[in-house]
């Protein structure tokens, strides 16, 4: 993620899994990928809808959190083939777009949000460098990025060999990098923005700065 050179770390699931010593990301080699078509049967084999009370109950948990900040734009940046979340926030009054690759690829390059969220998505990202970077610009300035997606397992920032290797999210071949606190400070400090919230287990806020007023000279 941060172009790092990752070292090797593990196998499992008939892949290679590297972490990166600066940003503690860990990935899956591009090579080991499954196919973009792949991907997408995948995709649509999940149960991401409005009946799914599980899914919604997830989404409810983090817009709790949300509501506590003054947002009034959201985009939902990849939100899949249902856009749920968008559904849920309009119902809030809040208004939102969403945007996914594959579903909804039309993205409005002029707008900017109070909000921007990734639920279930930065697990998916094969540029992640890339991707942040055209995410972050579409965050406001004194606005949001919400990151949901389910770290690996640490103890006091510590890897933890044994429950990796049981660990079911990185089953699924889907997911080709993973993120713990650590990763979502570095990336907090990279971009400038500051860590809000965080609960150490599958849900980051950043805040992106306004801009320093310029003094006269
Ligand atoms: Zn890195």
Redesign the pocket.
């Known amino acids: ?4 050179s ?1 070292d090797f770390l593990t196998l499992g699931e008939n892949r290679e899994y590297w972490l ?1 010593p ?4 860990i990935s899956v080699p591009a090579e080991l990928h499954i196919s973009p078509d792949d991907e997408v049967k995948r995709y649509l084999e999940h149960e991401n809808s409005l009946e799914s009370e599980g899914y919604v109950r997830m989404f409810q948990e983090k817009i709790d959190i949300l509501q506590t900040y003054p947002i009034k734009s959201a985009l939902d940046y990849g939100c899949g083939y249902e856009p749920v979340l968008k559904i849920l926030l309009t119902r809030l009054g809040i208004e939102a777009d969403g945007y996914d690759p594959n579903f909804f690829p039309e993205i409005r390059l002029d707008k900017r949000y109070d909000l921007v969220i990734s639920t279930e998505t930065f697990e998916h990202f094969r540029n992640p460098a890339e991707e942040i970077q055209r995410i972050i610009d579409r965050v406001v300035p004194g606005g949001y990025l919400a990151i949901m997606t389910r770290f690996y397992p640490t103890e006091d920032n510590r890897f933890q060999p044994d429950k990796f290797a049981n660990w079911y999210y990185k089953r699924d071949p889907t997911h080709i990098i993973f993120y713990c606190t650590k990763t979502f400070q570095w990336l907090a400090e990279n971009i400038g923005f500051k860590m809000v919230f965080n609960n150490d287990h599958d849900f980051v806020v950043l805040k992106k700065p306004l801009p320093t007023p310029v003094g006269k000279g």
């Open positions: 993620m941060c172009g790092f990752a990166c600066q940003c503690r990301a």
